[in-house]
């Protein structure tokens, strides 16, 4: 039988509890998943423990969202700009269009950065 806990814990937000579980792989424990009623977490960590007992592990989801600063955009336009120009979607003088376009809304929002390529 797999090894799965519930854990309160008290904060500024009120009391929520996190079911843990024990990797069968790994043997260190890690966080599923949180809830704000114990009653939910009671279910989960009984639809945990059917996974883990058929051998399986629960998948992850990825709920974090990082976003890219202008400087990553803009950088990963240029060479989007270049690629579509190398597989000729894009024309050579649109490119240069786009080029200093991008140089004069870039000197306004990148203040001190060098925006020549």
Do not use: C
């Amino acid at each position: 039988m797999a090894t799965v806990r519930i854990q309160k814990y008290h904060g500024k937000r009120g009391t929520t509890y996190a079911v843990k579980y024990k990797d069968p792989l790994t043997k260190r424990t890690k966080h599923y998943k949180s809830f704000k009623r114990h009653k939910d977490a009671n279910q989960a960590r009984n639809d945990l423990r059917i996974i883990l007992d058929s051998g399986k592990i629960p998948e992850k989801k990825q709920n974090h969202f990082t976003p890219m600063t202008f400087a990553e955009v803009s950088d990963s336009l240029k060479l989007e700009w270049i690629d579509r120009n190398k597989k000729n979607e894009l024309a050579e003088k649109t490119l240069v269009v786009t080029r200093e376009l991008y140089k004069m809304v870039a000197s306004v929002v990148l203040p001190r950065r060098d925006v020549r390529s």
